[in-house]
């Protein structure tokens, strides 16, 4: 089995976020008193391709599979504004203009997954990780790569009814950040839930709408955090379109959806697009009907 996608946003923040990135990449002395009105502006393209292997064998009575996923793109990122700093008594005004720009390899990607399904309702546990080997520098504004380690872990579930066209999806996890060494900073354990609904208008053409919602259950913390602890939450809501097609003797799916993001607080806000090509094993074609026996 075979998934890739394209993913492309674009998203800015306030003086907030612009100063705690500053601080971050080592733009700032940590023993200023910093009164930033600036903005911070990125715009990132990449390809995400995640090749999975499906045990035929069930496991719990379930459809096991484990995959490894990568992304190679491009990211631009700027902060522009203006500075205020002191260190008492002195006080100094500069004009600040940074920007960056990096293209190349993500981090690696491991992920597992158990699936069982029961009529119309499907139930999935996952979990998975971040490998961070990615393009990377503590002191650049845009990077592929996060720096430090992850683990997220979660469940889903499907509700599909072939006769109806009925589809909705729902999938929460957690996600556990390890210190970036290079920063000695540490994201705190987010919350996450991704949904999606759905009407199939023919066997292989469906529209509906997607979201998720993002929100940070624990503060950022380490000795390289300067700006107290982030609790990062942001909101995503927008159409989907899907499309199923035959291609050999597997399947094709093809699906485009954005996302406009809202309620944004302590993080980036804008807009995303991803649009999701699949490659799996056609659905089994039902048998036909028997004839009928007739006692003599």
Request: negative net charge; glycine residues 14%.
């Amino acid at each position: 089995m075979l998934g890739a996608f394209y993913y492309h946003t674009s998203v800015s923040a306030g003086a907030d976020v612009a100063a705690a990135r500053e601080f971050q990449i080592g733009k700032l002395n940590p023993t200023l008193k910093v009164n930033l009105s600036a903005n911070l502006n990125a715009n990132v393209d990449f390809a995400f391709v995640s090749p999975t292997y499906v045990f035929m064998t069930p496991v719990l009575g379930g459809q096991a599979s484990v995959g490894l996923g990568t992304l190679v793109g491009q990211s631009n990122a700027s902060l522009s504004g203006t500075l205020t700093a002191s260190i008492p008594p002195f006080t100094f005004v500069r004009s600040d203009s940074i920007s960056d720009s990096v293209f190349g390899m993500g981090d690696l990607y491991p992920q597992a997954s158990l699936k069982w399904n029961k009529g119309v309702d499907n139930f999935m546990i996952y979990g998975m990780g971040d490998i961070p080997v990615g393009a990377y520098s503590s002191t650049r504004l845009a990077n592929l790569g996060i720096g430090h380690g992850a683990m997220d872990g979660g469940a889903g579930y499907t509700y599909f009814n072939p006769q109806t066209g009925h589809e909705f999806s729902v999938v929460a996890g957690l996600t556990y950040n390890f210190v970036n060494n290079s920063t000695n900073y540490q994201n705190g354990v987010d919350f996450h839930v991704d949904w999606g609904a759905s009407q199939f208008l023919s066997k292989q053409l469906l529209v509906g709408a997607v979201g998720y919602f993002y929100d940070q259950v624990s503060g950022d913390s380490g000795s390289g955090d300067r700006v107290g602890p982030f609790e990062s939450r942001v909101i995503g809501l927008g159409p989907q379109i899907g499309y199923i097609f035959p291609l050999g003797n597997m399947q094709g799916y093809l699906n485009l959806k954005g996302y406009g993001e809202f309620d944004a607080h302590d993080r980036p806000s804008g807009y995303n697009v991803w649009l999701t090509f699949a490659i799996s094993p056609a659905a089994p074609t039902p048998p036909p009907p028997k004839a009928p026996m007739y006692r003599k």
